[in-house]
């Protein structure tokens, strides 16, 4: 079962990879039919949602036979949790395509889910067991819930974006135009720095490149209150470029003619992954950097503005209310699952309904985003560009929640990160 699962979600990749080809095709090459290019459209964009209907059941296939498979439903640890979450995701999609029919929104929501599935590919896959604040029926209610309503977010964010890209003047020379050009070209620039991290990791892994270390730091014994020192492993699988705070190495391939680490962590980065964390994120930076440097060597000119020309003729205002809406079904569901249902939970697993847990902070920081999302949407007016800013920011809100305090800020939920 467990193999089954590995190769329908392989399979799912790809077909949401041709999907996206299509929708892609279902726009841009319109300019070079030479017959009716609104027929043109309708018939890619059909044939790229039924691609996109049959990766979804590739994907459903892999997680039922991974349920079968492991025993419990796969949403514990961050592999589990990002597959998920991509499947949700295009289930999003599925729903607001259906209501709108925007072949445009393929474009953007597809790679999110693709870009999800690879990053979920970095963690260790192997099925793990159940710890027993995860053995509960109430797991499956609250991530699952939560995740579906963040997987609304992602399209919100999707349609977000694709209106800053399509209603922003790139020509325009005015204050404001430049500081929503630069605004969106950083976004872009982190979205390709997520990427070039994911290839890297890949390109490093299939290289077989690895390097370990032994890091000695000092514990202190919960019981006795007396410290005590130990050694630990800290395995890369990205070249060294920060060693580990107080560490030897154990073993190391020369990378670029570089035959030790450059620097070490500082000294109050001293836990067991805090070194390997801050040569990730430097390595992230310099890939991400190359990868924008070389795509504005191609296109000759800032990304935004390069996308910008594909989306003519697309209504801004369609994009603004499929945003809208996207947002608006995900709240409430992300209100159940994220608070509700995860207070029900919390509970359950440890006596309370909520302990101030850097996940359960961000959960509420997510929440009163989007709630002051739709309180300034509905009441103030805000929308087009103001409202779309706040769908952009709001999922990168989400995105921090989900990776940001899972595998930086250490709590009750750190086990995500395993």
Same mark, same amino acid.
């Given at each position: ?13 790809? @077909? ?19 017959? $009716? ?10 044939? /790229? ?9 590739s ?13 419990? #439903? ?10 998920? +979450? ?9 729903? @607001? ?5 925007? !072949? ?11 870009? @999800?599935?690879?990053?979920? /590919? ?8 159940? @710890?027993p ?12 819930? %939560? ?19 399509? %209603? ?11 500081? %929503? ?15 070039a991290?994911i ?53 190391f ?6 035959? !030790? ?25 310099? +890939?991400? %950097? ?21 989306? $003519?003729?697309?209504?801004?205002? $369609?994009?603004?209310? #499929? /945003? ?10 992300f209100?159940?699952? !994220?608070?509700?249902?995860?207070? #029900? &939970?919390?509970?359950?697993?440890? /006596?309370r ?5 850097p ?7 997510? &929440? ?13 007016? &805000? ?23 899972? +595998?930086? #800020? ?9």
């Amino acid at each position: 079962m467990l193999d089954i699962s590995g190769d329908a979600l392989l399979l799912a990749l790809f @077909i949401y990879c041709f999907a996206f080809l299509g929708f892609v095709l279902s726009i841009a090459g319109r300019r070079w039919s030479n017959r $009716d290019p609104q027929a043109h459209t309708l018939r890619w964009s059909r044939l /790229s949602f039924i691609l996109t209907i049959v990766g979804l059941a590739s994907h459903l296939t892999y997680f039922i036979t991974r349920w079968i498979g492991g025993g419990h #439903i796969p949403n514990s640890n961050m592999y589990e949790f990002m597959t998920l +979450l991509s499947m949700l995701i295009t289930v999003a999609f599925v729903i @607001i395509y259906l209501i709108y029919k925007p !072949a445009v929104l393929g474009i953007f929501s597809l790679p999110i889910s693709v870009i @999800i599935i690879a990053y979920a /590919s970095v963690f260790p896959q192997e099925v793990q067991p159940l @710890i027993p604040a995860l053995n509960s029926y109430w797991l499956k209610i609250h991530v699952t819930t %939560a995740a579906l309503g963040e997987a609304f977010f992602a399209v919100g964010f999707a349609s977000g974006l694709m209106y800053l890209l399509r %209603a922003t003047d790139f020509e325009s020379r005015t204050k404001q135009a430049r500081k %929503a050009q630069r605004g969106i070209e950083l976004i872009l620039l982190t979205v390709i720095v997520v990427i070039a991290f994911i290839g890297g990791v890949f390109g490093f892994k299939a290289g077989g490149y690895h390097a370990e270390f032994s890091q000695q730091s000092t514990v202190k014994n919960k019981e006795t209150g007396a410290e005590e020192v130990s050694k630990q492993t800290v395995r890369y699988i990205l070249p060294p470029i920060v060693k580990p705070y107080n560490s030897e190495i154990v073993s190391f391939q020369p990378y670029l003619g570089i035959k !030790a680490p450059l620097l070490e962590a500082p000294s109050w980065m001293n836990g067991v992954n805090a070194g390997r964390k801050l040569n990730t994120v430097i390595w992230s930076l310099i +890939l991400g %950097a190359l990868t924008y440097a070389l795509l504005r060597l191609i296109a000759r000119k800032p990304l935004g503005k390069a996308i910008h020309r594909l989306l $003519d003729g697309i209504n801004p205002e $369609d994009l603004d209310e #499929i /945003s809208y809406r996207a947002n608006a079904i995900g709240y409430p569901i992300f209100t159940l699952g !994220a608070l509700i249902f995860a207070m #029900i &939970w919390a509970h359950y697993a440890w /006596s309370r309904f909520w302990g101030w847990d850097p996940k359960e902070v961000w959960a509420l920081i997510t &929440w009163l985003f989007y709630t002051a999302y739709l309180h300034l949407r509905l009441s103030k007016g &805000w929308q087009g560009s103001k409202s779309s800013w706040l769908a952009v920011i709001g999922f990168i809100i989400v995105m921090f929640t989900l990776v940001g305090v899972n +595998l930086v #800020i250490a709590g009750l939920h750190s086990y995500a990160g395993v």
